[in-house]
């Protein structure tokens, strides 16, 4: 699905990726965790194309593509999802209105024809009912005036009315309150498939209650430093992140 | 001028007649006024951000008549009662239901309000105006079909004067539509006289829609009685060279005033719209927004000024001013300001200029958007406030499609 090999990313001059390596797999879940200034965010803003970032070495390979070659709204094209860790509220825009055509311009691209009003307003109803979504906040401006557990939730209705390939969650626990955090998870875990995989990055053990992944990695200080099975998430929150910096 | 060289006033009136239309002491006061005068440069606080070198340099294509075809093109609203101003001729419509007439200032006995210039325009408006129209709601009535008022400049220099007259209780929208024909460079200075009696609700809204080549100016002179509602939306869609400025004089308690407008500006284009709300009396509201966009080298000016008198107590005035700028060599010049004489009143301004939102646009990416497509997306959003206040759907459908044609935006 997405192979990370070396990379090196700075901003304004500080690097802040130094040499990443990552490989997903279609149908699995990875869980990224470390300590708050790892670089955490910095990958998925990297993978999303945020141009702030200067990639300085390495590469990225999604689906066999050159993803750091593509645009941002190609990435998303080709199947990449980001979940913001703080989704930006834009008044005036109807989150319907603008899925309908970031959908559109995404079949589009793909040589399919815009998707029926009809289809789309099902979509809509079937992918809410999935996130517990009220339908009517799908039709008010994208995440204005929303609590931060509804931005979320949005974020998961967009993702599953997207239906990417691949879905970077970042920090989507963060500011949930638990039962925010079950729906957030359940709509996750049933968007799950043998063809597409996740990579959940977390601060916290507790979002891993819900979302089992089948690998968990440590980013500290630019590199993934640490990989194991899912137990090692359930050993970070015991101990902490130190016995991994000291042991390297 | 009666000594010295011709300036390039004298050069630009050379060819106009001056006409009967005003009263003698109404045209002496103008003649006083120009007396010596100039077109005023940017040191002149009026004019500080527009240039009018270009209109004292421009040189005009002789004024011709539009046929039929042409005119019928030019129309936004099917269902309305339609006047056509053209040249040196006016059309008035033969159908109208009773309480409304339209006569032609030359044929009618106008009132002309008391003469206060604010520049060179409104003096020589007094002394060349040559067209125009008088239109008189009769009271309590509700006109049932809105009223779409075409003016088409098609080369020239022309001095336009329209008189409304709203009496108590009549209820009405005018949709005021300026254009130009293509290849005819031409000057309009349209004035506009509104009286608007007490419990009259009225609606003017403006789609200035000129081609380059074209001088728009504009010039609105609105008087308001008590629970009167009056609103002039001013619709920018196209225009090398606009100016609007309009001033409501609030006389009647319990009034509401609206002050819309929104332009979309690119290449040279300089659109410059002048507010003026003058609270006389108590217990008003008066409301101003002004949105735009400019990309390219396009200059924008907004000034909207506020007084609020002494007697003018519990007055709530808003006004607000927001651009979004596309380009780096496009520029707003925005100026806000309050002239509060009264001690309990709720007046709020603001004004921004900015680009738009690096993270929505990012975030609207993220989603597979085009870049144009979000821009386009936020640029709506951006707009949407002011194009509220449009309800007619033909108007809309029309401002939409002018705003694809011109930027590609797909609304």
Redo the contacts between chains.
């Keep these: 699905m997405i192979k990370i090999e070396n990379l090196h990313a700075s901003i304004n001059g500080k690097e802040i990726l130094k040499g990443l390596n990552l490989t997903v797999n279609a149908g699995e879940v990875h869980a990224i965790m470390g300590p708050n200034g790892a670089g955490k965010s910095t990958l998925a803003s990297v993978l999303?194309?945020?141009?702030d970032y200067e990639i300085t070495a390495g590469n990225v390979s999604f689906l066999d593509k050159d993803l750091l070659e593509l645009?941002?709204?190609d990435?998303?094209?080709e199947g990449l999802?980001?979940a913001?860790q703080y989704?930006?509220e834009?008044?005036?825009?109807s989150n319907v209105?603008?899925?309908r055509?970031?959908?559109n311009?995404?079949r589009a691209?793909h040589g399919q024809d815009p998707i029926s009003a009809k289809d789309f307003m099902a979509l809509v109803r079937e992918k809410s009912a999935l996130v517990e979504i009220d339908p009517k906040l799908a039709s008010r401006?994208?995440n204005e005036g929303f609590s931060g557990g509804e931005k979320k939730r949005n974020e998961i209705f967009?993702m599953a009315m997207?239906n990417p390939k691949l879905a970077v969650l970042d920090e989507t626990d963060s500011g949930l309150d638990i039962d925010a955090l079950r729906i957030v998870s359940q709509g996750v875990n049933a968007l799950k498939s043998p063809e597409n995989a996740s990579i959940v990055i977390t601060h916290y053990q507790r979002l891993l209650d819900y979302i089992i992944p089948d690998m968990v990695h440590v980013l500290y200080d630019g590199r993934i430093v640490k990989s194991g099975p899912k137990e090692l998430a359930l050993e970070l929150e015991e101990r902490g992140y130190d016995w991994i910096k000291e042991s390297l | 001028m009666e000594t010295g060289t011709l300036n390039k006033l004298s050069l630009f009136v050379e060819d106009l007649n001056e006409t009967a239309l005003a009263p003698n002491a109404l045209k002496d006061a103008a003649h006083e006024f120009l007396a010596g005068q100039d077109f005023p440069t940017t040191r002149s606080e009026r004019f500080k951000y527009t240039r009018l070198a270009k209109l004292a340099n421009a040189a005009f294509s002789a004024a011709q008549s539009v046929n039929e075809v042409q005119i019928a093109q030019s129309k936004i609203l099917i269902d309305a009662y339609t006047i056509v101003i053209n040249h040196d001729n006016i059309q008035i419509p033969k159908n109208l239901p009773s309480g409304i007439e339209v006569s032609l200032i030359a044929e009618t006995q106008i009132p002309f309000n008391e003469a206060a210039f604010y520049d060179i325009f409104g003096a020589l408006n007094i002394l060349h105006a040559s067209l125009g129209i008088s239109i008189h709601i009769r009271q309590n009535i509700t006109l049932d079909k809105p009223l779409q008022i075409l003016q088409i400049n098609s080369g020239g220099k022309t001095f336009y004067r329209h008189h409304f007259s709203f009496e108590k209780n009549s209820e009405v929208a005018v949709y005021f539509i300026s254009k130009n024909t293509e290849g005819h460079s031409s000057f309009a200075h349209t004035h506009f006289q509104y009286n608007i009696a007490k419990d009259a609700r009225v609606k003017i809204f403006k789609i200035q829609d000129t081609n380059v080549g074209h001088f728009d100016f504009n010039e609105d002179r609105a008087k308001q009685a008590e629970r009167s509602h009056f609103e002039i939306n001013t619709i920018t869609l196209c225009g090398s060279f606009v100016r609007n400025d309009a001033q409501v004089i609030i006389q009647g308690e319990h009034a509401q005033t609206y002050l819309n407008g929104a332009y979309w500006l690119k290449e040279e284009q300089h659109v410059a719209n002048y507010t003026t709300i003058d609270h006389r009396v108590a217990n008003c509201e008066s409301f101003e927004t002004y949105k735009g966009v400019a990309t390219d080298k396009a200059t924008a000016v907004f000034n909207g000024k506020v007084f609020v008198r002494k007697d003018a107590q519990k007055t709530n005035a808003y006004q607000s001013n927001a651009n979004v700028l596309l380009s780096e060599n496009a520029s707003i010049n925005s100026k806000p300001e309050l002239e509060i004489y009264a001690d309990d009143v709720k007046c709020s301004h603001g004004s921004t200029t900015g680009q738009l939102?690096e993270?929505?646009l990012?975030?609207?990416?993220?989603?597979?958007?085009?870049?144009a497509?979000a821009k386009n997306?936020?640029l709506?959003?951006?707009m949407?406030?002011v194009l509220a206040y449009v309800k007619n759907e033909e108007v809309l459908a029309y401002v939409h499609k002018r705003i694809a044609a011109r930027f590609n935006w797909n609304y």
């Design positions: 999303a194309g945020r141009e645009s941002t709204e990435r998303a094209r999802f980001l913001f989704p930006v834009i008044p005036g825009v209105n603008f899925l055509t970031a959908l311009e995404k691209y401006s994208v967009q997207l | 939102d993270n929505a990012f975030y609207l990416r993220a989603r597979g958007l085009s870049e497509a997306l936020l709506q959003a951006f949407e406030d």
